[in-house]
Nanobody, 113 residues
Framework: QVQLAESGGGLVQPGGSLRLSCAASGIAFSPFGMGWYRQGPGKMREVVGRIFINGSTRYADSVKDRFTISRDNAKYTVYLQMNNLKPEDTAVYYC???????WGQGTQVTVSS
Protein backbone atom coordinates (compact mmCIF):
# COMPACT_ATOMS: atom_id res chain seq x y z
CA GLN A 1 0.00 0.00 0.00
CA VAL A 2 1.42 3.34 -1.05
CA GLN A 3 1.70 5.95 1.68
CA LEU A 4 2.84 9.55 1.33
CA ALA A 5 3.90 11.69 4.27
CA GLU A 6 4.52 15.42 3.97
CA SER A 7 6.61 17.35 6.46
CA GLY A 8 8.36 20.67 6.81
CA GLY A 9 5.45 23.06 7.03
CA GLY A 10 5.24 25.88 9.53
CA LEU A 11 4.97 29.59 10.11
CA VAL A 12 7.32 31.85 8.17
CA GLN A 13 7.55 35.58 7.57
CA PRO A 14 7.05 37.04 4.10
CA GLY A 15 10.22 36.69 2.09
CA GLY A 16 11.26 33.62 4.02
CA SER A 17 11.88 30.06 2.88
CA LEU A 18 10.67 26.58 3.72
CA ARG A 19 11.44 23.16 2.35
CA LEU A 20 8.69 20.58 2.30
CA SER A 21 9.36 16.87 2.01
CA CYS A 22 7.13 14.11 0.75
CA ALA A 23 8.35 10.66 1.74
CA ALA A 24 6.81 7.76 -0.15
CA SER A 25 6.60 4.18 1.06
CA GLY A 26 5.17 1.06 -0.50
CA ILE A 27 6.34 2.07 -3.97
CA ALA A 28 7.78 -0.70 -6.08
CA PHE A 29 9.22 1.50 -8.80
CA SER A 30 11.63 4.38 -9.11
CA PRO A 31 11.93 6.98 -10.38
CA PHE A 32 8.36 8.18 -10.02
CA GLY A 33 6.40 11.29 -10.82
CA MET A 34 4.97 13.44 -8.06
CA GLY A 35 2.81 16.50 -7.91
CA TRP A 36 2.61 19.19 -5.25
CA TYR A 37 -0.75 20.82 -4.67
CA ARG A 38 -2.08 23.34 -2.20
CA GLN A 39 -5.41 24.46 -0.84
CA GLY A 40 -5.68 27.89 0.69
CA PRO A 41 -8.45 29.06 3.03
CA GLY A 42 -11.72 29.12 1.12
CA LYS A 43 -10.03 28.12 -2.11
CA MET A 44 -10.02 25.12 -4.41
CA ARG A 45 -7.04 22.78 -4.41
CA GLU A 46 -4.58 23.86 -7.09
CA VAL A 47 -1.45 22.44 -8.59
CA VAL A 48 1.82 23.99 -7.48
CA GLY A 49 4.14 21.96 -9.64
CA ARG A 50 5.10 18.50 -10.81
CA ILE A 51 8.21 16.43 -11.28
CA PHE A 52 8.04 13.80 -13.98
CA ILE A 53 9.71 10.40 -14.24
CA ASN A 54 12.44 11.84 -16.47
CA GLY A 55 13.20 14.50 -13.85
CA SER A 56 11.73 17.42 -15.70
CA THR A 57 9.59 19.84 -13.73
CA ARG A 58 6.72 22.17 -14.38
CA TYR A 59 5.33 24.92 -12.17
CA ALA A 60 2.27 27.07 -11.81
CA ASP A 61 2.86 30.64 -12.95
CA SER A 62 2.21 31.90 -9.42
CA VAL A 63 5.25 30.08 -8.02
CA LYS A 64 7.58 29.97 -10.98
CA ASP A 65 11.09 31.22 -10.16
CA ARG A 66 10.34 30.95 -6.42
CA PHE A 67 9.61 27.25 -5.90
CA THR A 68 11.74 24.28 -6.93
CA ILE A 69 10.82 20.60 -6.92
CA SER A 70 13.52 17.97 -6.61
CA ARG A 71 13.63 14.25 -5.99
CA ASP A 72 15.90 11.79 -4.21
CA ASN A 73 15.20 8.46 -5.88
CA ALA A 74 17.17 6.46 -3.33
CA LYS A 75 15.11 7.90 -0.46
CA TYR A 76 11.79 7.83 -2.34
CA THR A 77 11.40 11.45 -1.33
CA VAL A 78 10.36 14.54 -3.23
CA TYR A 79 11.09 18.06 -2.02
CA LEU A 80 9.47 21.42 -2.55
CA GLN A 81 11.85 24.28 -1.88
CA MET A 82 9.88 27.48 -1.41
CA ASN A 83 11.68 30.81 -1.46
CA ASN A 84 10.48 34.40 -1.23
CA LEU A 85 7.24 33.24 0.32
CA LYS A 86 4.22 35.51 0.16
CA PRO A 87 1.09 35.64 2.31
CA GLU A 88 -0.88 34.26 -0.62
CA ASP A 89 1.21 31.09 -0.43
CA THR A 90 -0.54 30.26 2.85
CA ALA A 91 -2.21 26.90 2.36
CA VAL A 92 -2.16 23.23 3.20
CA TYR A 93 0.32 21.59 0.87
CA TYR A 94 -0.19 18.07 -0.41
CA CYS A 95 1.84 15.68 -2.49
CA UNK A 96 0.27 13.28 -4.95
CA UNK A 97 1.84 10.27 -6.59
CA UNK A 98 1.17 10.62 -10.29
CA UNK A 99 -0.86 7.86 -11.86
CA UNK A 100 -2.37 6.77 -8.55
CA UNK A 101 -5.02 7.85 -6.08
CA UNK A 102 -2.43 8.30 -3.35
CA TRP A 103 -2.27 11.63 -1.53
CA GLY A 104 -0.45 12.72 1.58
CA GLN A 105 -2.22 14.09 4.62
CA GLY A 106 -1.01 17.63 3.99
CA THR A 107 1.23 20.05 5.83
CA GLN A 108 0.26 23.59 6.78
CA VAL A 109 2.29 26.52 5.50
CA THR A 110 1.47 29.92 6.94
CA VAL A 111 3.17 33.05 5.66
CA SER A 112 2.56 35.96 7.98
CA SER A 113 4.39 38.72 9.79
Amino acid sequence: QVQLAESGGGLVQPGGSLRLSCAASGIAFSPFGMGWYRQGPGKMREVVGRIFINGSTRYADSVKDRFTISRDNAKYTVYLQMNNLKPEDTAVYYCHLRGTLSWGQGTQVTVSS
